[in-house]
């Protein structure tokens, strides 16, 4: 029997202070409940076992998708849409002038959901025990809606948003209200025009997936908190939208109100993107679907299916069988869950400020919110697998010493990729960060840097779920899920991917990820062969290619590739301009072709070569003879084997003026040679800690499922 509601006092809506002051504790409580909500559905989400993860029981007679893997999916959709709505109510909490302020000791998941006093939670556990919670939490209200309150207290997440709509619905048609700077907008101006929001948080993470991330410019709110409530709630929320908050509705497009039961196609993710199937209904009936499915005779049926021992969840003091011998001790990983899970709320309170902005690309430090917050990927199944239900617990002031520190511990195989010789390779290597687990593309690469050769690494460089675009360089990824766009192939098949920035595929790819639609015509991969195989077929073929950096104001630089004499190599320049003389071309610089219209004479012998263009990119092999590239240089067969060292064409050793200490800029090339013996298994190599592992081994037994 549910609580009473405890008495509230209403927002008078005709106070324009009293508004904007219930505006900010309505939208700080929004956070306060999306965060809440995180933990919760992540530990359910990945209390799948591997047996399960594994698992090819179709979903149907008609639908071939993996129901354990829908299962799973379906869940994590919705912790990964709470993340984004986490990032939309803080957009518009700067907009309003605060950035969200949590309480840490209003978290408790085995009481009630804060300012919801009536919505129990049962504490951390597997999905089925705790699945009646999460429809709980995200059933729509029944009856009508209470006005705003001063106290911020409502029986239902709907009702909060419902509240909190109708004081946005008041601010965003007053101007004046909200601390923007003055412009076109405040003004009398179009509602679209760009506006100044102080001090604006670069929540940016779901920029490729969804239309609207940020607020630039007043419609934005609109569309932030439209996105929200309509991904979240649904009907529950929405229905009369239009006539209710019409001046959040004014950038409805017509027709698309939600009645449908649908969320608004341009609140829905991007085609093809993660989670698409899924994201055009709220939360609430994703989880009704969950459960529907968990009670029928199919899922019944699966999961007897199932080895002995190998249970659909984890359950409480039954170590999964299936746990690889790496994984650390549950206290270290414990430990690590509630240093990250800390770390995560202090960037939140301290306005993005704590570890860089949302933003990986721009970060500036090692744990970003969005670092910190994919560890629990990794982290809570690997407890899960000891039989052990992972807990948040916040310690203040976790520094990024004290995070390393635990992060070490829990991942003796480095699988986070934070270890700090691999930090090292980053920043040594910024170019060359899509490598993983054997597909890498030259020696020194993979964990730690103890790739001998091509194909011997053990993992990747590259930030962990580094996908659906984020890759380096071409001949890599492949993700084998039903995708969408132009060209399919490049999003799809390993090695098809033509050029930078494309590719479909995650980090890293585990040899259990296998294709599940019908290839694109002229590949031979069809349903159910594995993706890992089939890129390290195809990094065999195809040769190795690298992108490496060539700095002006450097002599000859090593770019880490050997060459075998006979053999093709071929060196394009990608991007960049330099310059090996600021008083020539009239001061601008220019690509690796070289100055326009000088050539170096041919008594100054000190330039690596002479007759050719003062500043072109050049290279030699094993301190050997150099050879001009230029924009690009294709060889049949390398005239001698050993290390590709390249350098600007110029008076290196400053035998005729200054030398490189006037140049400036660099260029970026790629390198393709082929691999002419047999890739090698990655080797069993000594990790911190003492720890031995078999890089094929631990492939396989990195998540319960592709996640």
């Not at 002038?97 to 408790?108: A, E, I, K, Q, R």
């Not at 010789?421 to 597909?439: A, F």
């Not at 259990?512 to 089939?534: I, L, M, R, T």
Request: charged share 15%.
């Amino acid at each position: 029997m549910s609580t009473p509601t405890p008495a509230t006092t209403p927002c008078n809506l005709q106070d324009a202070q009293q508004v904007i002051s219930c505006l900010h504790a309505h939208l700080n409580a929004i956070c306060a409940v999306e965060f809440y909500t995180i933990p919760l559905y992540l530990t359910a989400t990945y209390s799948f076992s591997v047996a399960a993860g594994n698992s090819t029981t179709p979903l149907s007679a008609t639908d071939s998708t993996p129901l354990f893997w829908w299962m799973q999916q379906k869940s994590l959709s919705v912790a990964v849409q709470e993340m984004y709505h986490l990032q939309c109510a803080s957009n518009i909490a700067n907009a309003a002038g605060f950035h969200p302020s949590l309480d840490p000791s209003v978290f408790d998941w085995s009481g009630p959901v804060p300012h919801l006093p009536n919505v129990k939670g049962t504490g951390f556990d597997n999905l089925p025990n705790v699945l009646d919670v999460l429809i709980g939490i995200e059933t729509p209200i029944e009856g009508g809606f209470p006005p705003p309150n001063l106290q911020v207290v409502y029986d239902s997440i709907s009702a909060l948003y419902h509240a909190t709509l109708t004081l946005l619905d008041i601010v965003v048609a007053a101007e004046g209200l909200l601390p923007l700077q003055p412009g076109p907008v405040l003004s009398g101006g179009s509602p679209q025009a760009p506006l100044v929001a102080p001090d604006q948080m670069n929540y940016l993470t779901f920029q490729s997936r969804y239309q609207y991330t940020v607020v630039k410019c007043a419609d934005d709110i609109a569309h932030l908190a439209n996105a929200v409530s309509f991904q979240g709630e649904g009907a529950g929320v929405v229905a009369d939208f239009a006539s209710k908050f019409p001046n959040l509705a004014k950038v409805l497009q017509a027709g698309d109100d939600g009645s449908n039961g649908e969320v608004p196609a341009q609140y829905q993710p991007k085609a093809g993107s993660r989670f698409a199937r899924w994201d055009n209904v709220s939360h609430y009936e994703r989880f009704v679907a969950l459960k529907a499915m968990m009670t029928s005779a199919g899922y019944e049926a699966a999961a007897a299916q199932l080895p002995a021992g190998r249970s659909v969840f984890n359950r409480t003091g039954a170590a999964d069988p299936d746990r690889p011998a790496w994984v650390a001790d549950a206290a270290a990983l414990q430990n690590c869950i509630n240093l990250a899970y800390s770390r995560t709320l202090d960037i939140i309170n301290n306005g993005m400020t704590v570890g860089g902005p949302l933003d990986t690309a721009n970060s500036g430090s090692s744990y970003t919110f969005t670092v910190v917050m994919t560890s629990f990927k990794y982290l809570i199944p690997q407890l899960w697998q000891w039989g052990q239900v992972p807990t948040f617990s916040y310690v203040a002031g976790v520094t990024d010493d004290q995070l390393q520190a635990a992060f070490d511990q829990a991942d003796p195989l480095c699988l986070y990729h934070w270890d700090k010789v691999t930090q090292q390779i980053r920043e040594e290597q910024p170019d060359d960060m899509n490598v993983c687990q054997g597909l890498n593309s030259c020696q020194g690469l993979g964990w730690g840097g103890l790739g001998t050769q091509a194909g011997d690494g053990a993992c990747a460089t590259a930030d962990i779920h580094t996908c659906s675009g984020g890759n380096s360089c071409r001949h890599r990824g492949g993700c084998g899920y039903t995708v969408s766009g132009s060209p399919i192939e490049d999003q799809w098949v390993p090695g098809w991917n033509s050029c930078k920035g494309l590719g479909g595929c995650q980090v890293p790819i585990s040899t259990q990820q296998k294709f599940s639609s019908p290839a694109p015509q002229g590949s031979k991969v069809q349903p159910g062969d594995g993706v890992w195989d089939e890129a390290r077929k195809l990094l065999q073929k195809n040769g190795v290619d690298v992108t490496r950096s060539v700095q002006a104001r450097q002599g000859w630089q090593a770019t880490g590739v050997n060459v075998t004499q006979g053999q093709p190599l071929t060196v394009s320049h990608c991007s960049g301009l330099w310059s090996a003389d600021p008083d020539t071309n009239g001061g601008a610089p220019y690509d690796a072709k070289g100055c326009p219209g000088v050539i170096v004479p041919a008594d100054q012998t000190g330039y690596p070569i002479v007759g050719v263009a003062m500043g072109a990119l050049v290279g030699r092999i094993a301190g050997g003879t150099p050879f001009l590239i230029g924009d690009g240089i294709s060889l049949s067969s390398a005239p001698a084997g050993g290390l590709l060292e390249l350098c600007i064409n110029d008076d290196i050793n400053h035998l005729y003026g200054p030398g490189l200490a006037d140049n400036f800029g660099s260029v970026s090339v790629e390198i393709t040679t082929p691999i002419t013996q047999p890739l090698p298994q990655p080797q069993s190599k000594q990790v911190p800690g003492g720890v031995n592992y078999n890089g094929l081994a631990r492939r396989e037994a990195i998540t319960p499922t592709s996640t």
